[in-house]
């Protein structure tokens, strides 16, 4: 079973994603958090974020690791515990920057989909167009800009006390920009995904709908 679930920063993708996780007893993958290791790979090392064919080969070889349960996954780089670090504003922001390199998407896909082999509830941007476009079922999250900024920011502020609603609303309309216009799987919902637009609601209102989504599909399956 791969549960896709795609949509822009501070659509809920992570926390619905291990709620599914958790509920159906699945791998949780958290695909922005390999973005991210990379970014955090480019600013240790020499190499600049706007060199497309340096940071693609260095997404290519560098080791990053996913292991634990959906409430305490962790995330390695190159064997070290690095799960706090890439959500440090400098990596957020070269991680916007990185993931838009086509190099860095494909070596990104091809352990996505290795890791998801098994079954997995996967987060992103292009799960249900490129990495599993055959998943059992497709998410489409969404929410007004405003309301995106405001989660986003909540999220932030763990790491950043300093972090203003001005400053990360400027960043979300950044990446949205970058995610929908670059020219590799950019941001888009997938034909047969199902949209939702959780403005206005709770993380426990849109996690029974996917839910319902969810069994309907695997009964019609099963059927």
């Known amino acids: 079973m791969i549960i896709a679930i795609d949509g822009p920063s501070g659509a809920g993708k992570s926390t619905l994603g291990r709620m599914l996780a958790r509920e159906l007893k699945l791998l949780y993958i958290d695909t922005g958090s390999m973005y ?46 690095v799960t706090d670090r890439i959500r440090d504003e400098d990596v957020t922001h070269t991680s916007s920057i990185v993931s838009t390199i086509p190099a860095v998407r494909r070596a990104m896909v091809k352990r996505q989909r290795e890791l998801g082999q098994r079954g997995a509830v996967m987060n992103g941007r292009d799960i249900g167009t490129v990495v599993f476009p055959d998943a059992m079922v497709k998410f489409f999250l969404t929410a007004d800009l405003e309301e995106r900024a405001e989660r986003r920011l909540a999220e932030e502020r763990e790491h950043n006390p300093s972090a203003t609603y001005e400053e990360t609303l400027e960043d979300i309309t950044d990446r949205d920009r970058r995610d929908t216009t670059r020219a590799d799987s950019p941001l888009v919902a ?7 637009d959780s403005s206005g609601q709770s993380i426990e209102e849109v996690f029974q709908r996917m839910m319902t989504f969810v069994r309907e599909k ?6």
Do not use: K, Q, Y
Request: no cysteine; net charge negative.
């Open 190 to 196: 997938a034909d047969d995904a199902i949209v939702i």
């Open 218 to 223: 695997a009964d019609s399956v099963d059927g």
């Open 36 to 81: 991210r290791a990379v970014a955090l790979a480019v600013l240790e090392s020499s190499i600049n974020a706007d060199d497309d064919i340096a940071v693609g080969s260095l997404a290519s070889r560098v080791d990053i690791e996913l292991a634990g349960d959906p409430d305490s996954m962790r995330v390695t780089l190159e064997g070290e515990d």
